[in-house]
């Protein structure tokens, strides 16, 4: 798109949402019809030269987050209460408002936090106050992604979060996955690799989403990294989900992985031992891969829905 007509787009929008101008009433200012302003907002909106956010109130269910915290033994739990009209974009939106909420209680100045990639986790970025501000040392726990996954990329997260917040990041300036076993080793030998790694196990927060094995929507898969076929394998194997790009199964127990062996990132052994790792996860097809993570022992603190709380607690009454 040329800047001529961008910038048309963003003069019909501002018009129109910001000025409160009609559509006829734009046309006739623009000296267009009222059939091309129509079409002309459409296209901001599809190109999101304006962008719509519905911000439903936040309410939480503080019994089933009493119920996660005594079944798995976490710290703490945030179940967001679920709209009825709200459909599912609206609802991970929320999820990561009610995320960032608790985030911002957490973060102070000298917090060090250590950033994954993913949408759930996008969207709790997204959700932090643009005013919000803290000294705090943001570092990529994961390598970075190409350019396809755009702003779910780890690198560009903690970019964005360091941009609000005002503090220190530190990048992680590797691929997420090496060719090899042996060429990971080398990778994560590195000075800047292990400098960066290192401080992302010093962390006092960190911030993950949990994947299930659909490869329409793990990022590791959208990215060319692991195939279907590959996935499906995984699952007939006993995999139920991965954090951080580290495969487990139901019952929460590390299973090896040429994928896994290859990462250049945070293992789940070392997200046990930063003191508070805060899991985003919702929805029906991540129940199994959520209830796996739990038991992984490296979450203290699920983010989630009413729906896939009781789901998640119904699966663990079961098996």
Not at 53 to 64: D, E, Q, V, Y
Not at 83 to 93: D, F, K, Q, Y
Not at 94 to 113: P, V, Y
């Amino acid at each position: 798109m040329d800047d001529a007509h961008y910038d048309l787009l963003a003069q019909v929008a501002s018009l129109y949402y910001e000025h409160e101008m009609t559509q006829q009433e734009i046309a006739r200012e623009l000296g267009l019809s009222r059939v091309k302003i129509y079409r002309l907002l459409k296209e901001a909106r599809d190109e999101q030269v304006v962008q719509i956010t519905i911000n439903w109130r936040i309410r939480r269910s503080a019994a089933l987050e009493r119920a996660l915290v005594e079944t798995f033994g976490l710290q703490d739990a945030l179940v967001l209460q679920t709209a009825p009209a709200s459909g599912e974009v609206a609802r991970l939106a929320n999820l990561g408002r009610l995320t960032a909420q608790a985030l911002e209680k957490l973060l102070h100045d000298g917090t060090t936090l250590a950033i994954c990639l993913g949408r759930s986790t996008y969207e709790v970025i997204s959700a932090i106050h643009p005013g919000f501000q803290a000294d705090v040392t943001v570092v990529q726990a994961i390598g970075s992604m190409p350019v396809a996954l755009h702003e779910l990329d780890s690198a560009e997260l903690v970019r964005q979060l360091g941009q609000k917040l005002g503090g220190e990041v530190v990048y992680l300036s590797a691929p997420p996955l090496a060719d090899s076993p042996e060429a990971a080793a080398v990778v994560r030998s590195q000075r800047g690799i292990s400098q960066a790694l290192e401080a992302a196990r010093r962390a006092e927060i960190a911030l993950v989403g949990i994947g299930n094995l659909d490869p329409a929507a793990m990022s590791f898969a959208r990215a060319g990294y692991i195939s279907a076929a590959e996935l499906a394998a995984m699952q007939a194997e006993g995999i139920a989900g991965e954090m951080a790009g580290w495969a487990y199964d139901i019952e929460g127990r590390t299973r090896p992985t040429d994928f896994s062996d290859r990462l250049i990132g945070i293992t789940l052994d070392e997200l046990r031992g930063i003191p508070l790792t805060i899991a985003v996860a919702r929805g029906e097809p991540k129940v199994t891969a959520i209830l796996g993570a739990l038991r992984t022992g490296a979450v203290d603190v699920l983010a989630t829905d009413d729906e896939t709380a009781q789901a998640v607690l119904a699966r663990a009454s079961q098996a």
